[in-house]
């Protein structure tokens, strides 16, 4: 059981826009505005996505936004193509936990 | 752009301590305002944080591994290590080392497999 609850997918038609939530408490996700998500195709490294719930680092596409509302952090994906079908993971700063994770969405692309 | 590579042996049996090594290249691990961050994933399941080394040599640990872990750092080799004692099964897992910037893991190792069997 992971702390932060994830669907454990999704889906969408290239073009078509997805979003994916992430669910915590007012112990992480509602108190700190540090969620990060990450994507992750199998055998390679995760790779950072949106860091401070909605910033980008450099490189990043910007059909790749991050929002947050209460304890659900959120990542949607517009425009999707197949290079975006991978598996997605949250993450959160804790306090005294510090960091932790997401169960993971395997997103496709149909 | 900096790269991680986690290295250590694939295969342990329950009780033995687990060490692994993750080799940074394209920047130093003693240069500042970096934490040097282990991750694991269980088969099937999510990511799991298990601690952090400061480039001081400040070690943070997740309170559920804390008597089980150590992270180090070997800056003559550019370096940093994981040990973690008395396995047993629920330690296999896939282990990912990443440095840590701005309250996030920006880079990441692909991982390397562990797994604890008898």
């Known amino acids: 059981q992971s702390d932060l609850t994830q669907p454990a997918s999704v889906s969408g038609s290239p073009g078509q826009s997805i979003t994916i939530s992430c669910t915590g408490t007012?112990?992480?996700?509602?108190?700190?505005?540090?969620v990060s998500w990450y994507q992750h195709h199998p055998g390679k490294a995760p790779k950072l996505m949106i860091y401070?719930?909605?910033q980008r680092p450099s490189g990043v596409s910007n059909r790749f936004s991050g929002s947050k509302s209460g304890n659900t952090a959120s990542l949607t994906v517009s425009g999707l193509q197949a290079e975006d079908e991978a598996d997605y993971y949250c993450c959160s700063f804790a306090g005294s936990r510090f960091w932790v994770f997401g169960g993971g969405t395997k997103l496709t692309v149909l | 752009q900096v790269q991680l590579q986690e290295s250590g042996p694939g295969l342990l049996k329950p009780s033995q301590t687990l060490s692994l090594t993750c080799t940074v290249s394209?920047?130093?691990?003693?240069?500042?305002?970096?934490?040097w961050s282990w991750i694991r994933q269980h088969p099937g399941k999510g990511l799991e944080w298990i601690g952090y080394i400061y480039h001081s040599g400040s070690t943070y640990y997740s309170p559920s591994l804390r008597s089980q872990v150590t992270i180090s750092l070997d800056t003559s080799k550019n370096q940093f290590s994981l040990k973690v004692t008395s396995v047993t099964a629920a330690d296999t897992a896939v282990y990912y080392c990443?440095?840590?910037?701005?309250?996030?893991?920006?880079?990441w190792g692909q991982g390397t497999q562990v797994t604890v069997s008898s």
């Open positions: 401070e719930v909605s």
């Open positions: 394209g920047g130093s691990i003693s240069s500042g305002g970096y934490y």
């Open positions: 007012s112990s992480d996700v509602g108190t700190y505005n540090l």
């Open positions: 990443a440095r840590v910037s701005g309250n996030a893991f920006f880079n």
